[in-house]
């Protein structure tokens, strides 16, 4: 008797069909070749719907799919039949947005493949074994980002690269964000960088 | 992971999609693994090699089993990394590789380290990594840390110990089921998803114990919680208590149905979806309980969200089937989701409108619906064939438009699946409305001038040729019929043939045009199409002379083949050219019971359109012929029952035996059906010796032995009994077979010439009661047992006794009457403890009897029956009482 609600699946496909990122919980789906033939039979089904401002859904071989596109980016949530359809929305609407805030609005493949590890750990987040973890897009790419990025604990804890890679993860994003970088803003930077390196040298 | 990991295409090349993983390759990324092996560990370099081995993974690349294990003892090396990226994708890493079980030891340090950090993602990550890859050994040292954890202040670290419970809980229910006092607390816990976590697992926990459920629903009921996921569980869980509770709808309000009701007020979507589709689902749903979810899905059709629509549609759609009434309030919204974009909503929409529809709207139904077929896909088209369908049955005066739009819709573009489907509707159409049969057939022979599939071709031709000469001027098909003779391929000219003869037998005034037809056809380049057009010329009089065609012959062409397609192909393969000529009545005539029912016309593919008309050879149909077929029987009259087979012998013994019981007004006939299991004997004259000493109105009259019975190949031998006409009688036949055995060589597999006469010992034989009562529904019952009145009725009360459940007792009463239950009354809901049960069946004699049967829980285990029979005859009446009472 299944009481909770389980997703099956979660794809990440491209605009042709392609895997970017996908995840299985359930044996439905025992091979590879299974699971191509189904993400195949998704794609084409749902290929010529307009899914971009709200998202879609539809209904096939028993299982229920809801899904919304973005540039060349598809993404899907498939659960089983009798699933609330809107409890899949809302997963759909957790991951979707979390991979937004995760690239930064620069939806689109090359991003997506560039930042494959984000997008894993983000699925790693909204589901564990078919049960749902989380469905607010804030709280997903909050745990998927403070890995990488803005690491939370004391510096002290840090390696050199690790501060290094602080630092230069800083410098280019305010470089994407500026059109030109004041001395002033790489001079403070370097401080920045000096600081970091000592207090790890110091611990 | 900001560079690229793999060198950029050259730009000449363009086309080709840049990708950071272009060009990617196993053998290379597992080389690059080493660096995990490094003594100065470089986390950014560690965290892309983990990346690209996740990508392989993930597009489906296999690793060996030697490849995973490297990896994974690799892998297990970062532990020494204080980074904390890399850590996460280590994490993942190895969930992923699902490492066995003298692996997981390496890791399980380093993950009880992680277990008890101070910080809270190592926490949570580790308890997830460690119970998915965990065996129950291990567990039992991890315990209190997870139930520490399940407390824990930081909710992510709590939920995941709780989902980890939720799958622990599958594999090692007795530890998991020890940590109930932590789940308990954590349900009250304020993050939203902990508390949907710890409630889920509560419940996992407690399942099997409805006492405990109920109290965890009513005490949540009342209370408040905070989670929508959470509170979408509670609705489940408490239909789920509203399914097995005790008390029913009699008795005033269902419990907890305000809390179903207040939930649809909630500010969630998925909460007020989740309890509205509970209402409709609820057991015995009334339409004062169903108001209030209607008007929330009917207001969730108008969104502009195509999920919710969808999901509105979908279960008004499931509500139409029972309570059509309560869904045509929505029907103006429905409507205007027949434009809508996502066709499985339009669908979805236009079937509900078909269930809820009535008369007066079919014809503007119609006209919407033929705007919205061009655009939507064949398997959304066949659902809609289907509901008109259903829609034309039910309103058979609308047959005329309903036709119409079938036969425009099987002239469109279509696949096969959807094409049979149209023809499916037209021939049940024809056959369960006699006014649209003209129509329909011209439309079926319109469609195969231009129809591109062999198999309906044939299917269609042949159900032509059944139909067609009975109506009103058969003429005017064989145009069409004869065209195909000129312009298809073998297969559809030979079945063309076929029909033309049958026009040609049936309808004397059309033979000689038939004939000369026919004579061309001799001239065909297939032998198949030549061969028939010969055997009808020469058997239906072809030589010129017009006369009327004996029954016989008739019969000889058309008639179904009594006997099973595989003991004839059996028999074809064992005939030797010889002298003597193959005899199609050496073939044994039966296998079984059941495959009666699939008899196959001669030369025909397998399965006509659904079957010959009217519907189906039933079994009775089967039986009849083949009684009928054996000249002792063939005085004694109509069938009036046959029984299902009684199994007269254990299952795996030397002889394989059951019996059909085939009741006539004033005659019983034994049907044994025996099989042989003994590759090494030749069964012969195998008759059964019948002992009806203690059924005294009966004499035995004819046997009618089974001459030989080959191993594994079924035959038949007939008893046959007189008793006094139109009486029920009823008694025990004890029951011998006697035979002549003959030993086998399996070699060669010829048999002896001496046998040895034996017997074996059979069980007994009851003709009982209900073997006079035909099952035969009515749909109306309440209808029918008024206007049959109150004349002969006989009413009485008997106690059962005391019974396993009150189910049990339904069932009892029903098999010893052998009635029709209707309306689906021999369905006693769980938990109940009376019921109403209505049978109806035809007594011998084809008296009508109507039986209403209410049943009451009379102390803890004792059953009481109220019996009352309507019948049209009060010998009847009584005679049902009788059953009854000596049952």
């Given at each position: ?203 | ?185 954590a349900v009250q816990s304020r993050a939203a998803l902990v508390q949907f976590h710890a409630l889920a697992l509560l419940h996992q926990i407690r399942q099997n114990d409805r006492l405990a459920v109920n ?139 078909l269930k809820t529809g009535n008369e007066s709207s079919v014809d503007r139904l119609m006209k919407q619906i033929t705007n919205f077929m061009s655009d939507i896909a064949d398997e959304f088209k066949i ?385 009982v009661a209900a073997d006079y009562i035909l099952k035969v529904g009515v749909s109306n019952f309440r209808n029918a047992w008024e206007s049959m009145g109150a004349d002969f009725e006989r009413v009485d ?91």
């Open positions: 008797m299944e009481l909770c609600p389980s997703i099956k699946n979660i794809l990440l496909l491209d605009s042709e069909g392609n895997r970017v990122a996908v995840k299985y919980y359930s044996d439905d789906w025992p091979t590879n070749s299974a699971k191509e033939a189904f993400e195949r039979a998704v794609f084409t089904k749902t290929q010529k719907t307009n899914a971009r401002t709200e998202a879609e859904i539809t209904m096939f071989d028993n299982y229920i799919v809801v899904y919304k596109f973005v540039q060349d980016l598809h993404f899907f949530v498939t659960g089983g039949e009798n699933e609330n359809e809107i409890i899949l929305a809302t997963v759909l609407q957790g991951f979707f947005d979390a991979v937004g805030l995760l690239l930064r609005g620069n939806e689109d493949k090359r991003e997506a493949l560039e930042n494959l590890d984000l997008i894993l750990l983000c699925l790693d987040e909204i589901v564990d074994g078919g049960i749902i973890l989380e469905t607010d897009a804030n709280v997903i790419a909050g745990k998927v980002d403070s890995h990488s990025m803005d690491v939370g604990a004391p510096l002290s804890e840090q390696t050199i690269t690790q501060a290094l890679a602080t630092a230069r993860e800083h410098l280019t994003r305010s470089l994407l964000q500026t059109e030109y970088i004041p001395d002033v803003t790489l001079m403070s930077l370097q401080a920045c960088i000096l600081d970091a390196i000592f207090v790890a040298d110091s611990t | 992971m900001a560079q690229p990991l793999v060198k950029k295409d050259d730009d000449r090349d363009e086309e080709v999609e840049y990708s950071p993983f272009f060009g990617i390759e196993k053998g290379a990324v597992l080389q690059e693994a080493r660096v995990f092996n490094d003594p100065q560990l470089d986390p950014q370099r560690c965290s892309q090699v983990i990346t690209k081995l996740l990508y392989l993974l993930n597009q489906g690349e296999a690793f060996t089993k030697v490849e995973a294990t490297e990896v994974f003892f690799s892998v297990t090396k970062l532990f020494q990394s204080k980074d904390l990226g890399l850590r996460r994708m280590v994490y993942v890493m190895i969930k992923e590789l699902s490492p066995s079980a003298d692996e997981v030891i390496m890791v399980t340090s380093s993950l009880m380290k992680d277990m008890t950090s101070k910080t809270d993602m190592y926490r949570a990550n580790a308890i997830r990594v460690l119970c998915r890859i965990t065996d129950g050994t291990l567990l039992t040292q991890i315990e209190r840390y997870l139930k520490q954890a399940i407390v824990d202040k930081n909710p992510v670290v709590s939920s995941a110990a709780l989902v980890s419970g939720i799958h622990l809980l599958q594999t090692n229910p007795e530890i998991v089921k020890r940590w109930s006092n932590e789940v308990q607390e109290k965890l629903v009513s005490s949540l009921t009342r209370g408040s919680v905070r989670s929508p996921l959470a509170q979408c569980l509670l609705i489940r869980y408490t239909s789920q208590v509203i399914r097995e509770s005790a008390n029913n709808t009699q008795t005033g309000d269902r419990p907890f149905y305000d809390f179903l009701e207040g939930c649809l007020r909630h500010k969630a979507e998925m909460v007020i979806f989740e309890a509205a589709r509970a209402i409709t689902e609820l057991n015995g749903v009334t339409s004062r309980e169903l108001t209030p979810a209607i008007t929330v899905l009917q207001l969730f059709l108008s969104s502009s969200k195509p999920v919710l629509r969808f999901a509105a549609v979908r279960t008004l759609n499931k509500v139409a089937m029972t309570h059509p009434t309560a869904v045509t309030n929505c029907n103006i919204d429905m409507e205007s989701l027949i434009s809508d974009q996502n066709r499985s909503i339009a669908t979805l929409a236009i079937t509900t409108l659902v809609v064939v289907e509901a008109i369908r259903s829609l034309c049955l039910k309103f058979p005066l609308k047959h005329r438009s309903l036709m119409n739009f079938l036969s425009n819709i099987l002239r469109e573009e279509g696949g096969f699946e959807y094409k049979k489907a149209i023809v499916d509707s037209i021939v049940i159409l024809i056959r369960d409305i006699p006014e649209a049969k003209e129509t329909g057939l011209l439309h079926l022979c319109e469609f195969i001038e231009d129809c591109e599939f062999t198999y309906l071709s044939t299917q269609i031709l042949h159900f032509l040729g059944i139909e067609g000469p009975k109506t009103s001027d058969p003429s005017k098909y064989i145009r069409y019929i004869y065209n195909r003779v000129h312009l298809e391929n073998a297969t559809v000219r030979a079945g063309a043939v076929s029909t033309l003869a049958k026009f040609g037998a049936m309808v004397d005034g059309l033979k000689p045009r038939i004939f000369v037809l026919l004579r061309r056809c001799l001239f065909d380049t297939d032998d198949e199409v030549r061969d028939r057009a010969t055997l009808y010329l020469n058997t239906l009089g072809g030589d010129g002379a017009v006369v009327e065609t004996g029954a016989d012959v008739k019969e000889f062409l058309f008639g179904s083949l009594d006997i099973p397609l595989v003991n004839l192909e059996n028999s074809l393969k064992n005939y030797e050219p010889s002298e003597k000529p193959f005899d199609i009545n050496f073939v044994p005539k039966e296998v079984k019971t059941q495959p009666l029912a699939e008899k196959k016309a001669p030369g025909k593919k397998p399965t006509g359109l659904g079957a010959p008309p009217p519907g189906p050879p039933s079994t009775v149909d089967a039986y009849e012929k083949l009684l009928s077929s054996i000249p002792e029987f063939s005085n004694f009259g109509k069938l009036f029952k046959s029984s299902a087979p009684v199994e007269l012998t254990e299952a795996e013994t030397e002889y394989a035996v059951n019996v059909v019981k085939h009741i006539f007004d004033s005659h019983v006939v034994f049907q044994y059906n025996c099989t042989n299991t003994i590759p090494e004997q030749l069964l012969e004259n195998v008759t059964v010796l019948v002992d009806g000493s203690e059924a005294e109105e009966f004499s035995e009259v004819a046997s009618k032995p089974l001459r030989s019975l080959p191993y594994d190949s079924p035959g038949q031998t007939f008893v046959a009994f007189e008793k006094p006409e139109g009486v029920p009688a009823v008694g025990k036949f004890s029951n011998m077979l006697r035979f002549i055995v003959k030993e086998v060589d399996p070699s060669t597999g010829e048999a002896e010439d001496d046998g040895v006469e034996d017997e074996y010992q059979l069980e007994d034989l009851e003709v009360e008997y106690g059962l006794g005391p019974r396993d459940s009150l189910a049990e007792a339904v069932n009892a009463v029903i098999d010893l009457l052998g009635m029709q239950p209707c309306e689906g009354t021999e369905v006693v809901s769980p938990n109940s403890r009376s019921h109403t049960c209505l049978l109806s069946g035809v007594y011998i004699g084809n008296v009508k009897v109507l039986v209403r049967l209410q049943f009451g829980l009379d102390g803890p285990k004792d059953v009481a029956m109220k019996l009352a029979v309507r019948s049209e005859d009060e010998t009847v009446s009584d005679a049902i009482h009788e059953i009854v009472a000596s049952g």
